[in-house]
């Protein structure tokens, strides 16, 4: 065993350490900056200096565990993951950069040690990552117990409010890949305006509920039934579009939800929104206030327990969690029954499904419809929620996040993206005090995984019907 | 005289400045195999792709008769030639489900019925046993046809992963899952070896004589079809040259000069 890099590789890591020089000296090491003549230059040197410094020992790092010499792979990889948490480096960034790389290559150093020097090639790693995958998904039944468990209990495990918010956000998201699923997932048309069928359903549950003085029960699927018609209209320009043009054109379609919003200031509010959208009650029984204003009980009068702005936020969380199960077991059965394997079909060969009769401007229209009613439902959970909409809420962003959601988690896998809400929602929440580097992060994630997993991560098909049962033989092949 | 199961008159496909298929008329019967030959490039998928609905007709009139009653395919749409007019067809580069199992292929064939079945989607949701029974009788269907086949025991297998022959009868029994009155088969023996080639020829010749379903079959190499064909319609750039049974067809001058004027190898 060597105790030194080999000369490629030191050569290696020189190159690396030039190039970043280059690149660095100008991005980070001038700096522009307000002075009393104008616009000034700083320099920045010592940022440079160690962020080239720390490109080079990562670089060591890997090149020393490709080279299985562990000795030098292991301490440059934890100088750099201690120079994160100890070295006064002079920028936040740094501390972060320095942190993440040093973790990359602590564990890229740890895998080559597991493989004893076998270098992990994509393909292999793809495979591995298959095989992971395929357990998980198998797996399904149980997983979705054990969580059901969780989600259950959490409001009395964490009363805590902070931790309601994130889940009642994390729910709404799940609920609405989900929906979107259908539509992508499963009908395989690439919709990039989910946004709006969110947004019809959470203005027309404020419009009823505050115009038609409706409560939440019956507006709620008034609000599905609306949004399933925004998707009805949708659906009929662009059921003969295909790729590209039929994602552009639900694009479009989004916007113009928005843009109607935005200006149709005398039913919506315009830019304003809609203020004091009723909140729910307590399926009609009673009101989660302090001193009801109106016929109702108070909610903690009726239970005789002490008054707490917390049992409102319970409430919502076991509103949208049941939401969100309802969408679930649709999907579910959707995916098994005739029409979900059409859908399927259709994803998988458009003219293969017409040479057997399938209509697929109905099969179309039907995954829009359906898949419109949930993101509806979403829309007016939201709306209730908040107490307050206006068109800000619906922007591109939601959409491309919804989306996000469903490519990563494997397409058509409702496990899959469980886990990918959680990565896309919940982790950028977690570390809120990253601030500015989260959004970076999560882009760096985004590129990783469709390196590393392009069809998601739990990208393996479940077929919706077995004749010779779970282990039956030539299953797998 | 009863009416023959398909009439095909003064049919003509135009692609631009091309004629693809030129004034073809011809008849198919009921309990019959027709084969349409030619040498490559003579027209014969743009016939089958005007007989279900894929390209709209330049000229002509299309007629099929059965006992669901007559239809005009040349105004119909794909889908209703496929689901009313009960015409069932294959693709000359095989078409299927790659990422769906094999039982999903055939269950996928027999939508129609299983959505009735499944009251449009109430039923299914709520799993009645009006829909359970129709699922089972489904999948018995789809059985039979795997064992017909003789693929019983690759039902769960991805459709994607056959090995090439297969695919090919996987695809035949798919369309015949739809409970078809007219099979069109595009070159179903491309690519297969002698043994499962003459195990195809079988399968067809049973399709004909115990399932009441007229067979259209194309073919560009003559040898095969002659000892299934009871009628053979032969095509060259488009035009129809001959027509008549097998031995008719063998013999005829002009059908010998189209083969082995364009296609001397096909006949090596
Ligand atoms: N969609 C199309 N557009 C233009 N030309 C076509 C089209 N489909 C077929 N053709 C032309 O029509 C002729 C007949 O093709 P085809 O029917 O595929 O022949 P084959 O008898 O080998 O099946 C060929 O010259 C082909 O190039
Ligand atoms: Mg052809």
């Known amino acids: ?477 | 005289m009863t009416t023959p199961l398909l009439h095909v008159e003064q049919l003509t496909m135009k692609f631009g400045g091309l004629t693809a298929v030129d004034a073809v008329s011809f008849t198919a019967e009921r309990h019959d195999i027709t084969a349409i030959i030619g040498p490559n490039g003579a027209g014969k998928t743009t016939l089958f792709n005007c007989l279900t609905g894929f390209y709209r007709p330049t000229s002509g009139a299309l007629t099929l008769t059965h006992d669901l009653g007559e239809y005009l395919l040349e105004r119909m749409e794909g889908h209703q030639i496929a689901h009313q007019a009960r015409v069932a067809r294959t693709f000359q580069n095989i078409r299927l489900f790659e990422g769906m199992t094999v039982l999903e292929n055939l269950l996928v064939a027999q939508h129609h019925k299983l959505m009735r079945a499944s009251s449009f989607l109430i039923g299914g949701i709520f799993k009645l046993p009006s829909y359970r029974h129709a699922e089972e009788e489904a999948v018995m269907l789809a059985t039979k046809w795997l064992e017909e086949v003789g693929m019983a025991d690759k039902a769960d297998w991805l459709a994607g992963n056959l090995p090439y022959g297969d695919q090919r009868r996987l695809e035949i029994a798919r369309a015949m899952c739809t409970d078809p009155r007219m099979l069109c088969l595009d070159e179903p023996a491309a690519g297969l070896n002698p043994r499962e080639s003459a195990e195809l020829n079988q399968l067809i010749k049973n399709i004909r004589d115990q399932h009441g379903c007229g067979v259209l079959l194309i073919e560009h190499d003559m040898s095969v079809v002659m000892n299934i064909s009871d009628h053979v319609v032969v095509l060259d750039y488009g035009k129809k040259i001959a027509e008549g049974t097998a031995d008719e067809v063998r013999n005829n001058p002009d059908v010998i000069r189209a083969y082995l004027g364009d296609d001397e190898e096909e006949e090596a």
């Not at chain 1, 054990?146 to 956000?169: E, G, K, N, T």
């Not at chain 1, 662009?238 to 379609?253: C, H, Q, S």
């Not at chain 1, 315009?270 to 009980?297: K, Q």
Request: net charge positive; with cysteine.
């Open chain 1, 1 to 477: 065993m060597s105790w030194r890099l080999s000369h490629d590789g030191l050569r290696e890591v020189l190159m690396v350490m030039m190039v970043a020089m280059l690149l660095l000296l100008p991005m980070v090491g001038l700096r522009t900056v307000d002075s009393s003549s104008g616009l000034g230059i700083d320099l920045h040197i010592a940022a440079v200096f160690w962020a080239v410094l720390l490109i080079g020992l990562g670089k060591k790092s890997l090149v020393a565990a490709r080279e299985n010499i562990p000795v030098i792979a292991y301490p440059a990889a934890c100088v750099m993951l201690l120079s994160g948490f100890l070295a006064p480096l002079p920028t936040g960034f740094l501390e972060f950069f320095a942190l993440a790389g040093g973790f990359i290559c602590l564990t890229n150093a740890i895998l080559m040690t597991l493989r004893g020097g076998r270098p992990i090639s994509k393909n292999s790693f793809g495979e591995g990552m298959d095989v992971v995958a395929t357990k998980i998904q198998a797996a399904t039944p149980q997983v979705a117990w054990v969580m059901f468990a969780i989600v259950v209990a959490l409001p009395f495990v964490f009363p805590d409010r902070y931790v309601l918010d994130v889940s009642i956000l994390i729910l709404t998201y799940i609920m609405l890949g989900w929906g979107l699923n259908i539509i992508v997932g499963l009908a395989g048309l690439l919709d990039l305006g989910y946004v709006a069928f969110y947004a019809v359903g959470a203005y027309s549950y404020a419009l009823l509920a505050i115009n038609f003085d409706l409560s939440f029960w019956v507006c709620l699927p008034l609000a599905g039934i609306l949004a399933a018609f925004g998707g009805l209209l949708l659906g009929f320009p662009v059921l003969r579009l295909r790729g590209d043009y039929f994602a552009i054109v639900t694009l479009g379609f989004g916007e113009i939800i928005r843009v109607v919003l935005i200006n149709w200031y005398q039913v919506t509010g315009g830019p304003d929104g809609i203020n004091s959208v009723p909140r729910p009650s307590f399926f009609g029984l009673a009101e989660f206030t302090r001193r009801p204003s109106g016929d109702l009980p108070a909610f903690h009068e009726m239970f005789g327990l002490d008054y707490s702005s917390i049992h409102r936020i319970i409430f919502l969380y076991y509103l949208i969690l049941v939401l969100a199960l309802v969408v679930n077991f649709l999907s579910v059965r959707l995916r098994k029954m005739p029409i979900g394997r059409a859908w399927e079909a259709m994803r998988e060969d458009e003219i293969a499904c017409k040479s057997l009769g399938l209509n697929r401007t109905n099969l179309k229209l039907m995954a829009f419809m359906i898949s419109a009613t949930f993101g509806g439902f979403a829309g007016a959970f939201f709306a209730t929620k908040q107490g307050f909409i206006s068109p800000e809420s619906f922007t591109f962003i939601e959409s491309a996040i919804i989306l996000a959601i469903v490519v990563l988690g494997g397409m058509g896998s409702q496990l899959g993206i469980v886990i990918a809400t959680l990565l896309v929602i919940g982790l950028p929440e977690i570390f809120r005090d990253l601030e500015l580097y989260r959004m970076l992060t999560f882009g760096i994630g985004m590129v990783l995984v469709m390196v590393w997993r392009p069809r998601g991560l739990l990208a393996v098909r479940e077929p919706s019907i077995r004749l010779h049962g779970l282990h039956g033989k030539g299953a797998k092949s």
